[in-house]
């Protein structure tokens, strides 16, 4: 965590990925981040993964450093504090993320009656309201029918939940980018972004719609090699994997120099009349490049590999599950100061990411835990509403908040 956004509030509604990762990535440049939920908990209360307890770690960790408020969603009264957290005066309040329904009583047009310049940003599913999740969205624009093996001809999903992500960090730079235009211009404004939108806009921006359109051509499945450059994963010697591309002609030298393939190249590249400087050429010849690395690679051990690869500056990575990451890798620890060890009230400890940028004007701080459900209710009451606490009291003896 680091204070860059340090006196600035946003109210949360959310669930599952994106709303609440967007706010966990506001949170950890510094803003202060409340989340609302119902008594008892969202729908994503309770989702996996849990601990053997049934408490959720993936909770913990998209809401660390967040306050958490329980409020009787149902009741109007209940709903009358939300409303009033979401518009309580400030200069560096009035900011409402959500991916819930924003509709009657958390409609822009009945909260911005309550603050002119309420700045609310809803993420959803496609542009016309039709519900849509990253599985339905991947689907949508072709990805898993160029994921997989060359030879299939099954739709491959993946498991990065790549569109919520890039939806998250879309949302997190739009309610950055409303909040400068309200300081310019006085105005709040409704912000309202697709799922659906985002991963077209992907496909847009990678150039997926003018090759079908200009080349008039469809891409093809490649298996793991990568598009239109060289790199693909490569056993070694003691069946463990790699992943080795050469993009720019730096990584491409560097490559040929540690391999010593630089001559069986030559006569490969003279062989198919091709530029292997070009690295359109070194894709079009990649299986028979990949035959030589192959060879080469796998008559060493990923030990004998190591020193190679990282002394020659080739752009490669072993391949590793889960939990060599975890266990292992140094940088998936403390050693790396993007983590810092933190309890979860009721999970345990474990290092904990507290953003992966570094500002040179600020001192990185460790992250905060995940709350309890509930934990900072009165606190927020008091501060921010004003309540004192018996009004407070009140509000817990009738069920109002929790």
Same mark, same amino acid.
């Given at each position: ?162 569109? /919520?992500?890039? %939806?998250?960090?879309?949302?997190? @730079?739009? +309610?950055? *980018? ?5 300081? &310019? #211009? ?46 693909? /994963?490569?056993? %070694?010697?003691?069946?463990?994997? @790699?992943? +080795?591309? *050469? ?5 491409? &030298? #560097? ?148």
């Amino acid at each position: 965590m680091q204070n860059i956004l340090q006196g600035l509030r946003i109210v949360e509604g959310s669930a599952f990925i994106a709303a609440p990762m967007c706010g966990t990535t506001l949170g950890q440049l510094g803003a202060d981040v409340i989340r609302f939920d119902q008594l008892g908990g969202g729908l994503d209360f309770k989702r996996w993964p849990v601990t053997e307890n049934n408490n959720s770690i993936y909770w913990a960790e998209m809401n660390k450093g967040k306050r958490s408020i329980c409020v009787n969603l149902r009741s109007e009264e209940g709903r009358e504090l939300v409303v009033e957290l979401i518009t309580a005066p400030g200069e560096n309040a009035g900011i409402f993320s959500t991916n819930l329904p924003a509709k009657g009583w958390l409609s822009y047009e009945s909260l911005s009656k309550r603050r002119e310049d309420l700045i609310q940003h809803e993420i959803i599913g496609n542009r016309d309201g039709k519900t849509a999740l990253d599985y339905t969205v991947n689907a949508k624009v072709g990805f898993p029918y160029l994921t997989g093996p060359s030879d299939s001809r099954e739709p491959v999903n993946h498991v990065l939940p790549a569109w /919520d992500i890039a %939806t998250a960090y879309h949302a997190a @730079v739009n +309610i950055l *980018a409303a909040d400068r235009y309200r300081i &310019k #211009n006085g105005k709040g404004q409704r912000i309202q972004l697709a799922l659906a939108d985002v991963a077209l806009s992907a496909v847009s921006n990678l150039g997926l719609i003018g090759e079908v359109l200009i080349n008039e051509e469809e891409r093809e499945r490649h298996g793991n090699y990568l598009y239109g450059a060289l790199g693909r /994963d490569f056993e %070694t010697k003691d069946q463990e994997r @790699v992943m +080795i591309i *050469a993009v720019s002609p730096k990584q491409w &030298k #560097n490559l040929l120099v540690a391999t010593d393939l630089e001559s069986s190249v030559a006569e490969l590249e003279h062989k198919l009349q091709l530029d292997f400087a070009k690295e359109g050429d070194r894709f079009h010849a990649r299986v028979e490049l990949a035959e030589l690395l192959e060879r080469w690679i796998g008559q060493k051990t990923l030990k004998e590999l190591t020193p190679v690869f990282d002394n020659s500056g080739i752009c490669w990575d072993k391949y590793q599950t889960v939990g060599q990451l975890v266990k292992n890798d140094p940088d998936c620890s403390t050693d790396n100061p993007i983590f810092s060890e933190i309890t979860h009230p009721g999970i345990g400890s474990y290092p904990v990411c507290s953003g992966p940028a570094y500002f040179s004007a600020e001192t990185r701080q460790n992250p905060g835990a995940g709350p309890l459900l509930g934990q900072n209710t009165d606190e927020v009451l008091s501060d921010i509403l004003g309540l004192s606490s018996g009004h407070i009291g009140k509000l817990h003896d009738e069920g109002i908040v929790g």
